[in-house]
């Protein structure tokens, strides 16, 4: 499978608990995206990298709120001490070169949190 | 006032009706529009970009309307794995973001 993988797929985590999930982009693409969506809503834009470097950042994130794409291929999200509120489905996505007309968003299947 | 503003629906319709979606955009330094698809709990996939000359692909129909800041979608002869919740999506001009709207839930029934 070549297209955006996600782990986990569900974490369940009690309130103040910190957790990391993990986005292997499609290989050859170098900007790699953070989404957050909540039930009835469309994805809210988190962050966004191209290769390592973390160009643009929601105003909506939090300092308990890191990325990380060390090498420019997977990234890393973190939550630290999680609040109820923090409870979505979080979406990465990556595109390759080129704009956004050429080269549109692909999606891994999501990283499901439920804080309790 | 929230940057992509969509009717949440649902939009209930027979097999075979058309049924149109429409979008509204507040920053008019937007540059690139798209449709996306999402089926129930999975991700979204790109339906089609949206040009300024209006688009289709099959039996789908997009238009951009730059000086009311709305984009629509147009289906006809809808299907029942047409049921799905519609992304209208919009990226500003030499940037790297794009924002979601809330979707438009459609549901097409026998």
């Known amino acids: 499978d070549t297209g955006v993988s996600q782990n986990p797929r569900h974490k369940i985590t009690k309130r103040g608990q910190n957790v990391t999930f993990r986005c292997d982009p499609i290989?050859?693409?170098?900007?790699l995206y953070w989404y957050r969506q909540t039930l009835g809503q469309g994805p809210e834009f988190l962050t966004y990298?191209?290769?390592?470097?973390?160009?643009?950042k929601s105003r909506l994130l939090s300092d308990r709120f890191s990325a990380e794409r060390p090498k420019g291929s997977f990234s890393t999200l973190e939550i630290q001490r999680t609040e109820q509120g923090d409870s979505a489905m979080y979406l990465c996505?990556?595109?390759?070169?080129?704009?956004?007309?050429?080269?549109?968003?692909?999606f891994g299947n999501g990283t499901r949190l439920t804080v309790t | 006032r929230k940057e992509v503003e969509q009717d949440p629906g649902p939009f209930n319709v027979p097999e075979g009706a058309t049924v149109a979606f429409n979008c509204t955009y507040s920053n008019s330094a937007s540059q690139s529009f798209f449709w996306y698809r999402q089926d129930c709990r999975k991700e979204p996939k790109l339906l089609m970009s949206?040009?300024?000359s209006g688009n289709e692909d099959g039996r789908f129909t997009a238009q951009l309307n730059r000086a009311s800041q709305y984009i629509s979608l147009l289906i006809r002869d809808s299907k029942l794995s047409d049921s799905a919740t519609y992304l209208c999506?919009?990226?500003?001009?030499?940037?790297?973001?794009?924002?979601f709207g809330a979707g438009t839930i459609l549901r097409v029934k026998s």
């Open positions: 949206v040009y300024s």
């Open positions: 290989s050859e693409h170098n900007r």
């Open positions: 990298f191209q290769n390592e470097a973390q160009l643009e």
């Open positions: 999506v919009v990226n500003e001009v030499g940037g790297n973001k794009l924002v």
């Open positions: 996505a990556s595109r390759g070169f080129g704009t956004v007309n050429n080269s549109p968003l692909h």
